[in-house]
């Protein structure tokens, strides 16, 4: 164990022990919430790019297994936590955390105060961050490095994390639908749930073209969450343009939902300091029901919360709102098959309220546009 | 949805006296109800016998009615204040108890009223284990293999299936009341034989063993459109077998992966639903098979609990409160999250910080109770404590306890690592301490984990502590890295003196030069997601601090700690008087205190709360922190008890300002040679009294005094081991016992006032006048406990000349020793003489139970005079009388509750009933009516214990006590009892003209012809009262039989010839009829 630093853009800086692998890493600063679900964080594509610090304090205790991989590999460029565990304690862990962590080269720091940092990045929004562990650099240097690191804002990342060619997830029981899902930084958990529901998954590249979607005859589309700034996905906002007059069924969460929006002709705009945790209330304008949600995203889709508005698709509404602070976490069309959710209903990590998306998408494809709500 | 209209008005049911099982979280939840309501402009009818209780004060509802919580007299409230609606989920299972009665009677329905927050379905679901274990398995879930049984003999067939051993759960009762585990049929036979007796249904659950699994607790809410929301996970440290209120806790789970956290949580979110709890909160428990997870759903509380108070507490989301407003027609999305001020209550809490939950055991007071932990519950308090990890947390947490040995220690471990794994595989109170000090000599975790199934990450953590103190047991100063990583792992200076061999203000001292001190961070439900609008903070060694700087002065205010056997609610009472006193007086107040279940923590008692252990360090540190931010004007230290008042001293050495009753003065109250001088000086009467620092003296001053004496240890609460000794061996066998005496440590030899009456005073003292708030004359005799003795309000037999003579003792006494606030004194009068036995310059136990009775709020006063305001001020302001004393309206008595039927020997047989010096009572209830037989049976009724109008009474007296019985029998023969005695007591009372049947001693075993002893015929249940009076000092097996019989088959006993005379009085007002109840509010106006 050596001296880690947490540097941030505005040159605040914490100091820390060195964790997981030595060295530096850079990302955006992001803190996560959740109090379970590491595991499904770490290999989450979304986090591509961003050092993630925990605010729960004790991490590690429930050691890795291969079951609750979300991906084939941790995506998080850096990890942040305060008292990492001494032991793994649990009857399915097949590895410890920091094993994974350093055999990854994943960068991590410790003992630092995690309250302390997410309250300045509440307080002065995310930011870019480096962290530098058994490194002999001054804070200048450091801060200096830090700031020549790139931007989230305008990043395209979804060439870098999504699948190169494509693959199939076979629907569980009797096949009834067959989706192609565009994997932007796909999870492994949502085309399983998909699956379990009698799709067959198709999960494309990302650069995928309307030719090779069409190929396979899709019921319906699904545009998965990954990371990156979305007013940079122009090519794929076009594709889905094209699926929407084609009327074929459309599905978006998170990274999806905002180029849904985008397609839709809504803005895009990044949130000061992000949704990310698995405890967030959200309510579903068309039942008005409130569910706990996981959520992970930086940017948010700027649309009219209240009544109806139009796109050059027919109309469309806001289905859901995040009732912390009123982002808009769900959009629909009225006339056609086409709806999206800012947060995650496959949750892992994080509550299954939200399981019910896939069955109104099941519905979407059965037939009847208002099928959804 | 806005509220339903429709209610206008709601009865609160509360729950009670302060029973082991059901405490002051019940005070907690059901203030924050009636503040609700009242708040939705609903008039608040309110039922709770305990006075000592927040909700009782009449601000607080519009009618509250002080009587007892059966379904009498809750019907005679219903039919007095035609309340619209009945909520009877905030006052633990008493209050569930009673609406289940009201409604199976039909009185709902005749009152047309309804119960809100939850339905009698739903209770019935989530409470009658067959139909709850439907419910589980039809939404996916499993519960242990079980089976209901109504007979022995269905259980023995039962643990033929499961195999011993087995778990028996009695139906209905509180606290796991009756539980227990049997490992043979010899034991099966005594716990399910008394569990089919608890249960108000003669049923137990017989059930497959999953001892060992870890175990888990999810606090859930929902309301009306079916909004779910999990508050707050809590694992249990101690695996499967020992109750959840015995177990060390910790919030949130700390073992569990995602995947199997959504498991419990969705298993939840189906079993609330189809238990069908409409709106409120509910907690379910599970156990989890550490080998391959197989999840075991054990039971739901389908109601707001103990693990309520704590998950509210753990994660600033006030369940009671909300609760109230889904009762009355809110959802969840439209109440908003108090803290955060901004973001609905429609989330789920997140941690930052680590919470541990420490249960405080008595057993000391009854030694010869069995000490293993089992799913009967025996702690009769708690700590909590929060840090930003698990030692941190832990190890405040343990120090919370303040009890002697409760924090982790690493010298003088007397026995081998063998010995102490041995230890850990029994649950006991001292069991996390075998486990560290095996581990502490090298047992790894896996050994540990072995001897006691306690989670290998708990334990992990445990030897991250013994690593520590490892590295600062070794030779040369201790670097600060040393010393800061210590301290973030909750070691206390006084741990790191010990082990460094320097003294805690040495440490101290260290500390300051280096700067090391604790932050304080505060409770906010989401991980600083959001600004928190509420100072609700706790210490962490860490490094950025959230006190936020203020302009307005301070006063601190101490706490009184978990509770515990005669340091109780009554403290916590006085101290949330004192806060909202200090608030009207336009103080910022701050509040330190380590008591989940109180209404003192709840974050919207004072200005500031500080959830911290009650040590010297921790004050200290709280104080320097609030000190660097604004003024501070002073510390309240006599309204806590004797935790706080013990560190006055202290504190003020360190240059910490007390308020109110000087250190000095205290110390003149407290030291028996000061105040036995203050007493000689002012010409009082005192017992003599000598103080002993060996056998030897002690034998001087009892033959000096004359036997009997009154022998206890000086600096106790409670009448800790205090005995009375009536001879010479009696006393050496005392002092034997007493293990800590010497020079430093005396044991106090008084003179012991046989047949004395004895008498409580609580008054004012500003340093000028007196204010006499009442005087109570004790029902049993001197010799039991203050505490444990029933008394009434006005006295009914002192008359004016001594009661005169009481009120100068009183001003002498308080002007002697310089009391600025309050005080308490007992005196004794015995052949019409008045002795003063003690003076207590604090806040009593009986200051609510005043208050009460009188309508003046002794502890606001207090507050106020600790802060410079006179008695005329306050008779000025109206707080006081424009002149006078208190005066009691009406006549009221005020009954303890004693714990007799939650401890067992050993050998499963119960421990004795009698009263004596050594309190053990763990609460109160109180009576009122216009005159004593109905208020004494009042309090009777109240006090669980009510007196029987018809029927047989089994009589038995020592024989000092034969001729003062006489007019009672014959009283109660008059009444129409059968008077049944044993042959000798039988003989005597024919002597006096008195017929009895005679029955046979239980030492005489049953008859030739199959005639019952004594003790058959209570066990059998043909006897409705128990006059049992004991014989000399030492237990005699048949009055122990006796007795033990009549509190397992729930008899109402009595064991002091006063307490038989207000019986006979309380019996024959019962017999006349015709109760009335009468709100607080008519007998102040």
Known sequence: MGNAFFVLDDGKIFEGESWGSDGETYGEAVFSTGMTGYQETLTDPSYHRQVVIMTAPHIGNTGMNKTDEESLKIWVSGFVVRDPSPIVSNWRAQRSLEDDLVAQGIVGICNVDTRAITRHLRECGVMRVGIFSNMDLSREEMVKLVRKSPEMSGSQLSAEVSTEKKYIVPAIGEKLFTVAAIDLGIKAATPRLMSERGIEVHVFPQDVSMEQLLEISPDGVFLSNGPGDPSTMVEVVALVRELLLKQIPIFGICFGHQIFGRALGFETYKLRYGHRGINQPVLDKTTNKVEITAHNHGFAVQAPVDGSFDTVYGKGEVTHVCLNDGVVEGLALLDRPAFSVQYHPEAAAGPHDAGYLFDRFVDLMKGGIHAAS | MPRLNEIKSVLVIGSGPIVIGQACEFDYSGTQACRVLQAEGIRVILINSNPATIMTDPEFADATYIEPITPEFVEKVIAKERPDAILATLGGQTALNAAISLHDAGILEKYKTRLIGANVDAIRRGEDRQLFKEIVASIGGESAGSMICHTIEDCYKAAERFNYPVVVRPSFTMGGLGSGIAYSKDELTEIAGAGLRYSPTTEVLIEESILGWKEFELEMMRDYKDNVVVVCSIENFDPMGVHTGDSITVAPAMTLTDVEYQKLRDLSIGIIRAVGVDTGGCNIQFAVNPADGRIVVIEMNPRVSRSSALASKAT?????????????????????????????????????????????????????????????????????????????????????????????????????????????????????????????????????????????????????????????????????????????????????????????????????????????????????????????????????????????????????????????????????????????????????????????????????????????????????????????????????????????????????????????????????????????????????????????????????????????????????????????????????????????????????????????????????????????????????????????????????????????????????????????????????????????????????????????????????????????????????????????????????????????????????????????STGEVMGRDDEFGAAFSKSQSGALGALPTSGAVFASFADRDKSKCVDSVKALAKLGFEIVATAGTAKFLADEGIKSKVIRKYSDGLGPKGELTAVDSIESGEVALVINTPFGSGPREDGWRIRTAAVARGIPIITTIPGLKAAVLGIAAQQKGGFEVKSLQDWLK
């Open chain 2, 316 to 920: 600033g989301f006030p369940i009671a409160k909300i609760a109230a407003k889904l009762a009355i027609g809110y959802s969840l999305d439209e109440i908003k999250n108090d803290i955060t001020q901004e973001t609905p209550a429609s989330f789920e809490p997140t941690l930052d910080y680590v919470v541990v939950k420490v249960p405080r055991f008595n057993f000391e007071k009854f030694p010869a109770a069995d000490n293993r932990l089992t799913t009967t519950m025996k702690s009769v308090g708690e700590a909590m404590a929060i840090g930003r990890s698990f030692p941190e947390a832990l190890q405040k947490a343990l120090r919370s306890l303040e009890k002697k040995g409760s924090s982790f220690s690493w010298d003088q471990i007397s026995k081998s690592k063998e010995e102490l794994l041995v230890e850990a595989g029994v649950a006991t109170e001292s069991r996390i301490h075998s486990v560290q000090q095996a581990m502490f000599l090298g047992a790894t975790v896996e050994q540990a984990h072995e001897a006691s199934f306690i989670d290998p990450w708990f334990l992990a953590q445990i030897e991250i502590i013994n690593k520590m103190a490892h590295l600062l047991l070794q030779p040369g100063e201790i670097s600060e890295k040393m010393l800061r990583d210590a301290k973030r792992l909750g070691f206390s200076d006084l741990q790191i003196a010990q082990l460094t061999g320097s003294t805690e203000d040495d440490l101290r001292k260290r500390r300051s030069i280096l700067g090391i001190h604790p932050v304080y961070k505060t409770v906010d439900t989401c991980a600083a997601e959001f600004k928190a609008m509420t100072p609700y903070h706790y210490s962490s060694y860490d490094y950025e601090t959230e006190v936020e700087p203020r302009t307005k002065p301070a006063v601190i205010i101490l706490g009184s700690g978990p509770n515990r056997i005669g340091q109780g609610v009554e403290f916590d009472y006085s101290c949330v008087h004192a806060a909202f006193a200090l608030r009207a007086m336009d103080f910022e107040t701050i509040m330190i205190n380590c008591n989940p279940e109180t209404v003192s923590t709840d974050y919207d008692t004072s200005d500031r709360l500080y959830f911290e252990p009650l040590t010297f360090e921790d004050v200290m540190e709280v104080y320097e922190a609030e000190l660097a931010v604004g003024p501070i004007v002073g510390v309240v230290v006599q309204l806590g008890g004797q935790t706080p008042l013990g560190l006055a001293a202290r504190l003020q050495a360190a240059g910490v300002p007390i308020v109110g009753t000087s250190p000095a003065a205290i110390d003149i109250a407290e030291d028996r040679g000061l105040f036995g001088q203050l007493l000689k000086d002012q010409n009082l009467r005192a017992p003599k009294f000598g103080m002993a620092g060996s056998f030897e003296q002690a034998q001087k001053i009892a033959n000096e005094i004359g036997y009997p004496v009154l022998a206890r240890p000086s600096y106790v609460l409670g009448g800790r081991g205090m005995e009375i000794v009536y001879d010479e061996e009696t006393l050496a066998a005392y002092i034997s016992k007493s293990t800590e005496i010497s020079l430093t440590h005396p044991v106090m030899i008084d003179k012991f006032l046989d047949d004395a009456i004895e008498v409580d005073v609580d008054a004012l003292f500003d340093g000028e006048e007196l204010f006499l708030g009442g005087v109570m004359e004790h029902i049993e005799e001197a010799g039991v406990h203050s505490g444990d003795s029933a008394c009434v309000l006005p006295p009914t037999s002192i008359d004016a000349s001594l009661t005169k003579e009481i009120r100068e003792a009183t001003e002498k006494i308080a002007r002697g020793v310089g009391v600025k606030g309050l005080i308490n004194i007992q005196f004794a009068i015995a052949e019409n003489l008045l002795y003063v036995l003690e003076a207590n310059p604090r806040a009593s136990r009986t200051v609510p139970f005043v208050s009460k009775a009188t309508g003046i709020s002794l502890a606001k006063c207090a507050a106020a005079i600790s802060l410079g305001k006179s008695i005329a001020d306050l008779r000025e302001e109206g707080a006081l009388p424009k002149s006078g004393d208190g005066i009691a309206q009406g006549i009221s008595v005020k009954e303890a509750v004693l714990p007799w039927n939650r401890f067992r020997k050993k050998d499963g047989s119960g421990v004795d009933s009698l009263l004596g010096p050594e309190m053990r």
